[in-house]
């Protein structure tokens, strides 16, 4: 077996240039998809969970915006990223509104003449805004160093295996 030694990224890069493409796709590829799983997990971790007492959508759950968090990684021209996404799946479209917080808006009925609120009939409603709970900026600002250390651990027992595999 060989032995590597791995002590910052320019050394990475270095031995990562002298393997053939197909290593280096797949060695990258899966280190930057855990480092990103590293982010992920620290998202969800701090993603608000509002329980259904608070909810206004009918059927959601408790923990909808979290479970939608995800990882992806793709290779393009030599070129490996991941991104992590939150919302956009089962419903969750309110990830920005969460993360970013909403101004105060005047909300309108779209097929009805009226609202129900609180068993009063009103033509619109003025929402007082919500505050921002911010959750993927923090947890990329918290976990940057672990996810590029969880890539360096991934290259150092990846690498071995895969030059095994061209022998």
Known sequence: MTD????GLAELQKLLDELPARIEANVVRGGVRAGARVIADEAKRLC???GVENSTRAGEQPGALRD??????KSQRGRVTATIKAGG???VFYAGMVEYGTARHLIKPKNRKSLLLAGVARE???HPGA??????RPALDGKAADAVETMADYARTRLPLEIEKMK
């Open 48 to 50: 608000p969970i509002g």
């Open 68 to 73: 939608s968090i995800r990882v992806s990684a």
């Open 124 to 126: 619109t409603v003025q």
């Open 131 to 136: 505050k921002k709970k911010p959750f993927m």
């Open 4 to 7: 590597f030694k791995i002590n």
């Open 89 to 91: 799946k089962n419903g």
